[in-house]
């Protein structure tokens, strides 16, 4: 399955911070053990695990957050994980991370979100475009751009299940700040296992109000009410629904609410207990819309090529399915218009390879 690297894909779930390379996860783990504020060889074991429960994995963010949350860092992991993203052709990515404050460092939601946005300024192997293309701001590295790979970013907020009501308005009054350096949308998640439906309510209702797309982490733990909540709020995207009932699916197919499938996150965290009873197949049968995603290539040491051969091998889809599936998801990006006709022909380019 040579075939699928070269392939244009499009990645709509990653979370930043998920998404950090292992090298440098340690790197940064080994200068902190070597400062005496963490046991190096303990935090080594929890990075190189593979297995892990999803409650293992809430852990190891917290582990992760208290690596990489300053600014100098989280411009680091921006610049290197959309690097690997277009390394892997990923031609449109959305990516999410959740505004941080940290007031002993004199980092707030703000300043945090400078330092990702930083990051992408300071990518210079590849072509980045994350600002709208109407927007006055254009962008560094905008060269010929003969043979050079070129990705365009938009960024989602995330909501963490532990905020309170008021941080996450917080959040969402960022998003709206920041929407013309590319942030598109909120996102909802976190332990799936922590806070209520309720509190986030009113900040994502005002978003919705003032036109960001909404995606929300829906059913990744069994929820009933919660999911109904969910789907009744008609958000843009849901990812994962792994323990959706027949009335969910119902609901998510009469809205057309497209799903973010992340194969390697929902079997290593056990939310589905082999592929071949992923809900991926029904869906994908159905005609609904989906798109296939990493969730934390790092975390589940994943690839998005991988996770299309994932796709591939276990579904049977063939070359030209597997690329129309792909294709398919720019109806589900929360892109301008512009960069979905973009992405159209960046597709139809490669397409004679798919046939
Ligand atoms: C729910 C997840 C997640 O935001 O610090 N996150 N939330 N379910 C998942 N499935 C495994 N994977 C990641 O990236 C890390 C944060 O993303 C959310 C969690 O809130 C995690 O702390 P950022 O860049």
């Known amino acids: 399955m040579e075939w699928i690297h070269p392939m244009p894909k499009i990645e ?8 950090i390379r292992d090298t440098t996860l340690l790197e940064l783990a080994r200068v902190l053990g070597e400062k005496g504020v963490i046991v190096f060889s303990d935090v080594e074991d929890v990075i190189q695990k593979n297995d892990r429960s999803l409650d293992e994995v809430f852990k190891l963010f917290d582990l992760i957050h208290m690596i990489t949350t300053d600014h100098q860092t989280v411009t680091r992991i921006t610049r290197e994980v959309v690097q690997d ?17 940290n007031d002993s460092i004199g980092m707030s939601k703000r300043s945090y979100m400078e330092a990702v946005i930083k990051g992408l300024r300071s990518i210079s192997e590849v072509d980045v475009e ?3 293309a ?5 962008l560094h590295n905008s060269c010929d751009g003969v043979g050079r790979k070129k990705i365009y970013v938009r960024l989602l907020l995330s909501i963490d299940r532990r905020e309170t009501t008021e941080s996450a308005m917080e959040t969402v009054k960022l998003a709206l700040e920041m929407r013309n350096v590319g942030v ?18 009113p900040a994502l209702q005002f978003a919705k109000d003032n036109d960001l797309y909404i995606t929300l982490h829906c059913g990744e733990v069994p929820n009933p ?12 995207r849901v990812g994962h629904a792994c323990f959706f009932k027949d009335q969910d699916w119902e ?7 497209p799903v973010e499938i992340c194969l390697s996150s929902n079997i290593i965290t056990k939310s589905i207990s082999s592929i071949d009873i992923h809900h991926f197949a029904d869906l994908y049968k159905a005609k609904h819309p989906l798109v296939i995603c990493t969730d934390d290539f790092g975390v589940f040491s994943t690839t998005l090529s991988n996770e299309y051969s994932l796709a591939v091998r276990s579904f049977g889809l063939g ?3 597997t690329f129309a599936l792909a294709k398919s998801g720019i109806d589900a990006t929360f892109a301008e218009d512009e960069v979905k006709q973009q992405l159209g022909l960046i597709f139809d380019s490669a397409s004679p390879e798919y046939v």
Do not use: C
């Open 12 to 19: 709509l779930h990653a979370h930043l911070n998920g998404s």
């Open 85 to 101: 993203f277009a390394l892997e052709n990923v031609v449109y990515l959305e990516l999410r991370t959740t505004p941080k404050r």
């Open 130 to 132: 994350f600002v709208a």
């Open 134 to 138: 109407t927007d006055s701001e254009k």
């Open 184 to 201: 598109v949308g909120i996102d909802l998640s976190g332990n799936p296992l922590v806070g209520e439906w309720n509190t986030f309510l």
């Open 225 to 236: 009410k919660e999911i109904q909540a969910m789907l009744d709020f008609k958000p843009h």
């Open 251 to 257: 609901k998510l197919k009469s809205f057309r609410i």
């Open 319 to 321: 070359k030209r399915e």
